[in-house]
């Protein structure tokens, strides 16, 4: 078996791209987008801050719930990685702004499949940091 080619530029464009596309949309509440972008399967995995969420059914449910959408951040540090054609993952490290009084540093990972209608999140996963471990 040959190894998958490692953070091809021209898939590495296409996930930076769908990935700007789901912070904006993170940042506006645009619930639709943020839908779209979220594989419509019962495999779908989210971990947040608070909650866990299994399956696109009740990822999308608590979006929808959710008053005034996520708290407003600011990238900090961002890691993008593609493994083959189809495969990708992107990690971020945030700090929630001081205004929404819940400000600190955070983590989001994603893991991206690229299908048929194009890049899905399979599975996420968002944590808010510790003073300790």
Do not use: K
């Not at 912070?23 to 608070?50: C, I, K």
């Not at 959408?69 to 493994?83: D, E, H, I, K, Y």
């Not at 990708?88 to 600190?104: K, P, Q, Y």
Request: include cysteine.
């Amino acid at each position: 078996m040959s190894e998958p080619a490692v953070d091809d530029p021209e898939v590495l464009a296409e996930v930076e791209a769908v990935f700007a596309l789901y912070e904006q949309a993170l940042m506006q509440n645009d619930v639709a987008t943020l839908d779209a972008l979220f594989w419509q399967s019962p495999h779908t995995v989210r971990y947040g801050v608070g909650e866990n969420l299994y399956g696109s059914e009740a990822i999308f449910a608590f979006r929808r719930a959710r008053p005034g959408g996520s708290p407003p951040r600011t990238v900090l540090r961002r890691a993008v990685s593609s493994f083959g054609r189809d495969f990708a993952t992107t990690c971020i490290e945030f700090r929630r702004t001081a205004t929404h009084g819940d400000a600190g540093v955070g983590r989001q990972t994603q893991c991206w499949v690229r299908f048929e209608d194009g890049w899905r999140i399979v599975t996420a996963h968002v944590s808010l940091m510790a003073d300790f471990s």
